[in-house]
């Protein structure tokens, strides 16, 4: 007599679970249960935040966290070893690990094996397939517990994970996974010519639930800048990590005639709000800024709406350290709310300067200056340039379609809803 069937599951492995920062993930992960998929949540840290988006809440999926370290958790993961090496594939993927050890000699390398020796032992019930977010810490977990259990795996690609990988570790787990999917031309270009089989990467867009976004009909006031009673409002939404500019930002909005009247808003944590702060006072605009710190998606909805300018001053760090098409971007745009943003990695994917939205080079606080002068004292080409933004991420970035693309790749593997 045979109990009862356990369907088919999805096993994702993610960074961390649930992040506010990283609403793509949980936003496609959602779009994939409302497609027919049963997934399970394989985290590698535990969540930090301390507020969650409604999106979280919605989420069927049940969540394992992994040992975030290993000597906090010695008597599960030596399980997870004795579990692992009992299959016949462990010696020969331990030997493969070493040499990635020697290659990577950091804590964070003995980790992943770590954490993949406890995946393999603590297997979901009916787990049929294994997906990473994020090429480099959670593949790397994937591919050590895929290669144990000699199961295949796949990968979606982001930006950071994608640029501040080294080669060899990104063509040997291309090589290694079924088929990876990245959200931007940029980095489909880079992983493609690293991949053995390029035809195996594939370009899919996040896109945006717009049943989230829906359409701005209000009628934006023409604010100028000439007002002091009715400031530009300008907004940003986006942790304050080096990567964002922030700094480069301060230092534009400064740089503004002083008869001209804004007011920003941040909204975002991130290690270096206190920094930023202090450099906003430095600059003699703090009383022209709000610092609102982590909020709920329904919160960013409602500031976008009420804004008149996003501007976001994104950069490649000295460790090539980037974001991709900030979903950030896209939400702002999808309410018609005309950004000025820098014209690298996937941005200009989505905007065009002068048709769309302000473009300038990162790390260019003057010519960002003269971005946002204009932006804010021309009211009619900020609404043209928002409504031209709305119709294309309506027109082309619909996450409908990006879950049609993900269901197809899964299909190839036996996977379907």
Avoid at 67 to 85: D, T
Avoid at 132 to 160: E, L, Q
Avoid at 214 to 240: E, H, L, M
Wanted: hydrophobic share 45%; with cysteine.
């Amino acid at each position: 007599m045979t109990g009862p069937q356990v369907p088919k599951r999805l096993v994702v492995v993610v960074k961390g679970y649930p992040r506010l920062s990283e609403t793509f993930i949980a936003q496609e992960l959602r779009g994939l249960e409302l497609a027919g998929f049963d997934l399970v949540i394989v985290s590698l840290r535990h969540p930090t935040d301390t507020k969650r988006h409604a999106v979280h809440d919605e989420m069927q999926a049940p969540v394992m966290y992994l040992p975030e370290y290993l000597y906090r958790e010695p008597l599960r993961v030596l399980r997870g070893l004795l579990a692992a090496s009992r299959h016949p594939a462990f010696r020969a993927t331990f030997r493969s690990f070493m040499g990635d050890l020697r290659r990577d000699v950091t804590p964070n390398r003995i980790r992943r094996f770590g954490q993949a020796a406890v995946l393999v032992a603590e297997w979901p019930a009916g787990g049929a397939w294994l997906h990473a977010h994020f090429i480099h810490t959670p593949a790397s977990v994937a591919d050590y517990a895929a290669r144990i259990m000699g199961r295949g795996w796949t990968v979606s690609a982001h930006a950071k994970d994608i640029w501040t990988s080294p080669d060899w570790e990104l063509s040997g787990k291309l090589a290694r996974a079924r088929w990876a999917v990245t959200c931007t031309a940029t980095g489909h270009a880079h992983l493609q010519s690293l991949a053995s089989d390029p035809a195996r990467v594939h370009l899919s867009y996040h896109g945006l639930n717009l049943d989230r976004f829906p359409p701005f009909t209000a009628t934006r006031p023409p604010r100028d800048g000439s007002d002091p009673s009715a400031p530009v409002q300008i907004i940003s939404v986006g942790r304050a990590v080096p990567k964002k500019g922030y700094d480069t930002l301060l230092h534009a909005l400064a740089g503004l005639p002083r008869d001209l009247h804004w007011h920003f808003t941040h909204m975002g944590g991130g290690p270096d709000r206190r920094a930023l702060q202090t450099l906003a006072a430095a600059l003699g605009i703090a009383g022209r800024i709000t610092w609102r710190g982590a909020v709920a998606q329904d919160d960013v909805l409602a500031a976008y709406r009420a804004a008149d300018l996003f501007a976001l001053a994104c950069r490649i760090t000295p460790d090539g350290d980037r974001d991709g098409l900030p979903n950030v971007l896209v939400e702002a745009a999808s309410q018609a709310l005309a950004c000025v943003t820098t014209n690298i990695s996937g941005i200009p994917e989505l905007f065009t300067d002068g048709d769309n939205g302000w473009l300038v080079p990162p790390d260019n606080a003057p010519a960002l200056t003269g971005a946002l002068h204009r932006a804010i004292t021309h009211p009619a080409d900020r609404i043209r340039r928002g409504d031209a933004a709305a119709a294309r991420v309506r027109a082309t970035l619909d996450f409908h379609t990006s879950i049609a693309q993900l269901t197809a790749l899964f299909a190839t593997e036996g996977i379907k809803p």
